[in-house]
């Protein structure tokens, strides 16, 4: 059963369906500024369309074309959809699954072939970023850019504070390097931590805290890249705003 789409700030991207549009316009939903300062980019020369200076105003491209802006490729934002999922138990990060069972793709309405950026496992909540965005989508998960990603973790029994400065300061289990990270306990309840991590190797968490002896009972993502649940119910899930999506961009050296 699909879940519904919340919106935020009026805003539902949806893909761009023309093939022809106007180069200001272009430049405007792109992100890089608004179409009477584009027309200022296009007057000033620093525009070019497949390797030639266009300085005509109202001309029109294709989606395919090449367009860039002070030397800089740049993309339609419109082509591309970039979905914020707060993803409930029971659910698997892939786009199909032999067994039959509920991927989170199933969960959002959307006419794209998108797909989770990263994967969470089966019954851990909380954010999941979907995108048919494909460049995007490697940088956020490249260690290169240190993407924080933020948890809480229910654990089967109090955290004790030396293995928590252990796990803080970085852990070698198996010849795998796990960098060093925030944790804070939360002294009324030690059971629940918070960890923010800047990699996501597989199974990280759960690794780590089993290495120490502990069981790990819940997880929750509650932060990545920035983006976070507010405002959704498990299960729910809404486009990103042009602001977002140009804050993830600029994350990664896209913008």
Known sequence: MLKKMVTKEGENLQIYSKSRIRLNRLIAEAGITSRRKADELIKSGVVKVNGKVVT????????????????????????????????????????????GRKTVVDLVQTKSRVY?????????TGVLLLTNDGELA??????????????????????????AKQIANGVEIDGVKFQKCELFID?????????????????????????????????????????????????EWRHLTKKEINMLRELVGLL
Do not use: W
């Open 56 to 99: 005509k105003l109202g001309t029109v491209v294709s989606l395919d074309d090449l367009v860039t802006v002070n030397g800089k490729p740049i993309k339609l934002l419109k082509r591309y959809e970039y979905i914020l999922l707060n993803k409930p138990k029971d659910t698997i990060c892939t786009l199909k699954d032999e067994k």
């Open 116 to 124: 989770p950026v990263g994967r969470l496992d089966r019954n851990t």
């Open 138 to 163: 490697n940088r956020l998960m490249h260690p290169r850019y240190q993407i924080l990603r933020t948890y809480t973790v229910g654990l089967d029994k109090p955290l004790k504070v030396e293995h």
């Open 187 to 235: 002294f009324k309840d030690p059971k629940k931590v918070t960890i923010t991590l800047t990699e996501g190797k597989n199974r990280e968490i759960k690794r780590i805290f089993e290495h120490f002896g502990y069981e790990v009972k819940k997880l929750n993502r509650k932060m990545f890249a920035n983006l976070t649940t507010s405002g959704l119910k498990r299960g």
